[in-house]
């Protein structure tokens, strides 16, 4: 398939049997059905499909360079790269190329993971190669920044022969489903024996109340009004400990109501409701993809009385849900929330890496971050805790 409205990139170079080129975005007119062509034949999370893709280009309006890797007339590879000037400290304003990412904090704030290059399967190696490689051939930035990627892109990345910053590193947790079917056990027999019983004994103190139901929302009208309830719910919590939460953003909410409204018709976002009854227990945001299911984001109503455990409880019942739906996996996403290594396996961590070019300022800075480091590991309170800021702790 052909990249129309596009014929004179800005740079284009051969990589085996493989043409690759970088172009602005915008004067691609077809690029909604290249990308979803791709992503037929591509294996990718949620992350990378065009629902989430389009929908951070319409809202954020950016205009990104598209990076394209070509065997034939056959597009192999797919990648956005957004082109800024960041500033840090007060002497280091590099240029920078952000994956999928704008440099933008409350543009950022949406979080991506699994994140990377877009790939035909049958090119998945060289086309990464590739990519990198015409990459690297660009004078035009100092850095190229590749956040939320996971294990397997941040190997390729660290083989890219230039310097590389772990900006931050966070573990994922995931429940293999198809590994709890062939168990034949339900999901719950399949836990350590102290999370199972804080599950049953809350189990049993909700259903006191009524049934208990995990409902996902059965029209575009529906899922907005859980997730205008379950944002509420979810910045209550984090406000009272003193943190903004994953929804004080406006941006952040525009961009999941618009997601919700386009994705929810297809299946690929869900928003479930928990109750007891008529007593409400909490939401649950999820994407589906492809039997990948990412738990993204909750609202829980939280009780005086200690022993109801409503997010484990409302995960639990989300899990065996999907199991029954035949997904494969439940992932409940980077972070170090203790119920997601209660309830789950050690998945991927998830990375921000930075490619930074031999130049003075960053020299500088890396011997700065050096020098620090040597001074925590004496004085470990002069560092601040370590990962990204999120708003994942709630059980």
Not at 280 to 293: A, M, P, Q, T
């Amino acid at each position: 398939m052909q990249i129309i409205g596009a014929d004179r990139p800005l740079s284009a170079s051969q990589h085996g049997a493989l043409t690759v080129m970088l172009r602005p975005a915008s004067a691609v007119v077809n690029l909604a059905q290249l990308w979803r062509d791709l992503e037929a034949r591509a294996e990718i999370s949620f992350f990378l499909s065009w629902d989430w893709i389009g929908r951070w280009l319409a809202e954020t309006e950016i205009a990104p360079l598209l990076l394209s890797a070509s065997a034939g007339d056959r597009i192999v590879a797919l990648a956005l790269f957004r082109p800024a000037r960041l500033r840090r400290h007060f002497f280091v304003r590099p240029r920078a190329w952000l994956l999928h990412q704008t440099g933008d904090p409350d543009f950022d704030a949406i979080t991506i993971e699994h994140n990377g290059i877009l790939v035909d399967c049958g090119f998945r190696d060289g086309a990464i190669r590739g990519c990198l490689a015409h990459l690297m051939s660009s004078a035009a930035w100092d850095e190229a920044h590749f956040g939320g990627v996971a294990d397997s892109f941040a190997a390729q990345l660290g083989r890219s022969g230039l310097g590389t910053w772990t900006r931050w590193r966070q573990p994922s947790w995931i429940v293999d489903l198809d590994a709890v079917r062939q168990s034949g056990r339900p999901y719950l027999e399949t836990l350590g024996a102290s999370t199972r019983y804080q599950i049953r004994r809350s189990i049993r103190r909700y259903e006191e109340r009524g049934p208990l139901r995990a409902t996902a929302a059965s029209s575009v009208a529906e899922a907005l009004d859980f997730f205008a309830e379950m944002t509420r719910l979810h910045l209550h919590y984090w406000r009272h400990r003193g943190q903004p939460g994953g929804f004080s953003r406006p941006f952040v909410v525009r961009f999941h109501r618009a997601l919700i409204a386009d994705c929810a018709p297809r299946g690929t976002v869900e928003l479930v409701r928990v109750a007891a009854g008529d007593a409400l227990i909490g939401y649950v945001y999820n994407f589906v993809y492809r039997g990948w299911v990412c738990a993204y984001q909750t609202g829980f109503v939280y009780e005086p009385d200690p022993k109801l455990k409503p997010g484990l409880v409302s995960h639990a019942l989300c899990i065996e849900r999907h199991r029954g739906r035949q997904a494969r996996l439940y992932d409940f996403m980077a972070g170090g929330g203790r119920y997601k290594s209660n309830l789950g396996t050690r998945g991927p961590d998830m990375h921000q890496i930075v490619l930074q070019r031999p130049i003075v300022s960053l020299r500088a800075e890396q011997s700065l971050r050096r020098a620090k480091g040597i001074a925590t590991s004496w004085m470990p309170w002069l560092e601040p805790a370590a990962g990204r800021k999120s708003a994942d702790g709630e059980e």
